[in-house]
T-cell receptor
Framework: DAGVIQSPRHEVTEMGQEVTLRCKPI?????LFWYRQTMMRGLELLIY????????DSGMPEDRFSAKMPNASFSTLKIQPSEPRDSAVYFCASSGTGAGGGTQHFGDGTRLSIL | SQQGEEDPQALSIQEGENATMNCSYK?????LQWYRQNSGRGLVHLILIRSNEREKHSGRLRVTLDTSKKSSSLLITASRAADTASYFC??????????FGQGTELSVKP
């Protein structure tokens, strides 16, 4: 079975540009999570969805960040405008048992560099 | 802020030795999970231990949980070079969020 699929794997763009990260969760999973990983702050939960509805976006750093889940098989994380401090690896994860403590399956991440 | 803190931050051992990693946390949890991350890859779930369990085994992995001390440990026995990775504990808060520790970087030398 296919795991969580993220695209692109790498993105290099200039400051001020819009960045869109994409995620396809595992089929049948009803919870989706976006994380950001940096050396300084480790792995941070940005937002999570349950049945396509955003449940907790308290980790989204600023209004420049937005996330959508238009259907059960697709989610996007958008940064507009991007800044150098947004450089990080962004992970998407999905879970089949809701956010109540089920195990999460991670994609291989998008390595984002903002110049 | 990070819920979990892990130690050591880095651990280097020889193949065949055991590796022990520790995780401490601050608040009540539903369960605690351990994940592994190979360089350049996403995290992979290893094992889950519920708040009412004290010890759990899975192959060469042994996890303990002490809720009175708010701590957990992951033991990898008879380590192999392929176990080289970063290991993270994740505490599951009552509202369902996973909070990850900073991780332990394990290096197993052949």
């Amino acid at each position: 079975d296919a795991g969580v699929i993220q695209s692109p794997r790498h993105e290099v763009t200039e400051m001020g540009q819009e960045v869109t990260l994409r995620c396809k969760p595992i089929s049948g999973h009803n919870s989706l999570f976006w994380y950001r990983q940096t050396m300084m702050r480790g792995l941070e939960l940005l937002i999570y969805f349950n049945n396509n509805v955003p449940i907790d976006d308290s980790g989204m750093p600023e209004d420049r960040f937005s996330a959508k889940m238009p259907n059960a098989s697709f989610s996007t994380l958008k940064i507009q405008p991007s800044e150098p401090r947004d450089s990080a690896v962004y992970f998407c994860a999905s879970s089949g048992t809701g956010a109540g403590g089920g195990t999460q399956h991670f994609g291989d991440g998008t390595r984002l560099s903002i110049l | 802020s990070q819920q979990g803190e892990e130690d050591p931050q880095a651990l280097s051992i020889q193949e065949g030795e055991n590796a022990t990693m520790n995780c401490s946390y601050k608040t009540s949890i539903n369960n605690l999970q351990w994940y592994r991350q190979n360089s350049g890859r996403g995290l992979v779930h290893l094992i889950l231990i519920r708040s009412n369990e004290r010890e759990k085994h899975s192959g060469r992995l042994r996890v303990t949980l002490d809720t009175s001390k708010k701590s957990s440990s992951l033991l990898i026995t008879a380590s192999r070079a392929a176990d080289t990775a970063s290991y993270f504990c994740a505490t599951v808060l009552p509202e369902g969020k996973l909070i990850f520790g900073q991780g332990t970087e394990l290096s197993v030398k052949p």
